[in-house]
């Protein structure tokens, strides 16, 4: 795991970690503007227990690294906009008068703050932001070495899956060729009873004739009596 002194002078393994914001929460809770958006100088200062002017230092040194993680300053009708906006949700959400500034105001984002906090030296706050961000990499990076284990387990399982499959290959084979010959048999089976069915079927049609020959022999047997029996 790196150490903590690695964030304060790598810059890319700074920008590593900018996206973890929720290390900020984690510590300590960070008063927003009512944008939800930004904080002042104050606020950053207010968080990491320093003095404003620290902050101002800091952002000094790193204008540029920071302005890439959202900080900006506000002039002329930049600031008389945003203040504008800033004056409504404040008064709609506390009533209380919105602190103004006369010509310049510098914001900071999520990112921005925590980008100072692996940089600023002389905070207790933020060696605790630091030390949380490489405490959770070194717990993802241990998540992902389990990962990997498991996926290697899982192929070893797979591979004698493979193996016996290929010891079952002639069994399934066998069972395959004994199937197809029962389906030979079956069929054979089943144009035998076909026919006896049709045999039977004409069967039965001679024996209706038989039947009918039967009656009408009968019948002239009845008229040749009855006719004797008149003589």
């Avoid at 810059?11 to 970690?17: A, D, M, N, S, Y």
């Avoid at 207010?46 to 204008?63: K, L, N």
């Avoid at 404040?90 to 103004?100: D, F, I, L, M, N």
């Avoid at 921005?112 to 959770?136: E, K």
Wanted: glycine share 6%.
């Amino acid at each position: 795991m790196p150490q903590e002194g690695a964030l304060l002078e790598s810059r890319t393994l700074r920008f590593e970690h900018v996206g973890r914001v929720d290390a900020l929460d984690k510590i300590k809770s960070l008063a927003m503007l009512p944008d939800g958006v930004h904080v002042r100088t104050e606020d950053v200062a207010r968080y990491f227990e320093v003095s404003t002017g620290v902050v101002r230092q800091m952002t000094a040194r790193h204008r540029a690294e920071l302005a890439e993680n959202g900080m900006r300053v506000l002039r002329g009708s930049d600031l008389r906009r945003f203040h504008s906006d800033m004056v409504s949700l404040w008064g709609a959400e506390a009533g209380e008068s919105y602190p103004q500034a006369a010509t310049q105001l510098t914001l900071y984002t999520r990112r921005a703050v925590l980008n100072i906090a692996m940089l600023l030296r002389d905070s207790d706050i933020a060696r605790c932001v630091r030390t949380y961000l490489l405490d959770a990499e070194d717990d993802l990076r241990r998540g992902y070495v389990d990962l990997d284990r498991r996926v290697t387990d899982v192929e070893a399982c797979l591979g004698g899956v493979g193996v016996a499959l290929q010891e079952l290959g002639p069994v399934l084979n066998r069972m395959s060729y004994r199937l197809d010959s029962l389906d030979r048999r079956l069929e054979a089976t089943n144009r035998v009873v076909g026919a006896i069915s049709n045999r039977l079927s004409e069967m039965s049609a001679d024996i209706n004739r038989v039947d009918a020959r039967v009656d009408e022999v009968v019948h002239q047997l009845r008229d040749l009596r009855r006719g004797r029996k008149r003589r």
